[in-house]
């Protein structure tokens, strides 16, 4: 049972690659591993089946850190730091596949100078694309329930797992955004949302338009940006001269007169989503996403004309790395 998929054991004179191993529990002892080899030096498969009990000769081999770069039917390449690319057979892939993504730093396993099968670390992060719906009060984690990420693999998850942004907002008391492995930001789905402490949590929660910019000072503090500028509240602490970049949700801007503060653009497009109308308005080289809520606004905004847009400073929202 301590032999994976993967291991390279000696089987007669041959160094042989684990591609497969089935262990069947029997009565009195006589327990076997069925597993399927294949050669490394003459390239053939079998299947053997071996005692639990029985002693075998695992070679150790030479491993070389590598970045995954892509699939070439039937071979998986990886590449080195010096460019140099190796190639796996895809049978030799084992469990790897299950989790493996382009770009992913893997570690290439070699026998005798060949390339034979590919070791991921020892955990991963990845992203649950469906689920089925969370149990709102179940954090127990002691039940599990079926879930795929983007490979399209099935791993278990406890039951107040969701991949449903909707869902976790109306569900969870705390919401712990992460980003490659490392917490972003922890709080209520009110202070994650309204004031989300980097530019990935304030991407990753809801739908946002960022406006970058250069700061000017007047009677008030304001960014002046493509389109027009933007009030900044005081406690951004924003100095004369700096470059700056803020978030603003698109129910935070709001149609105003041509004539008055804020920003100036064209309306491109409008989409009528039931509740709300949205607004694709083009600023400069940015398009901003505006959501208004009047049922009566369709019949006062035209496709390719101008629009004044404005956003209380306390809805504007400083970005962070």
Known sequence: QEIRVGNVIMHGKDPMVVLRTEYQRGGRGSSTVRMKLKSLIANFGTEVV?????????????????????FADPMYVC??????????EAENMGDALNYLEDGMEVEVVFYDGKAISVELPTSVVREITWTEPAVKGDTSGK??????????FEVPVPLFVTHDQEEALSMSDRIVVMNGGRAEQIGTPAEVYNRPATRFVAGFIGTLNVIEG??????EVYLACAGGRLALPHSFAAHAGENFAVAVRPQSL?????????????????????????????CGSTTLLVDCFARDLAATVTVGGPIGLTVAPDEVLRLSA
């Open 143 to 152: 039940v599990l329930k079926p879930a795929k990420i983007a490979t399209g």
């Open 50 to 70: 071996f005692k639990a009990d029985d002693k075998m000769d695992q070679i150790i081999l030479d491993k070389k850190d590598c970045t995954y770069s892509y």
């Open 214 to 219: 250069q700061v000017c000072k007047a009677d």
């Open 79 to 88: 590449m080195d730091a010096e460019y140099n690319q190796y190639e796996v």
């Open 254 to 282: 709001r149609p105003c007169a041509l004539d008055g503060e804020g920003l100036r653009g064209i309306v491109r497009h409008v989409e009528f989503l039931g509740a709300f109308t949205r607004l694709h308005v083009a």
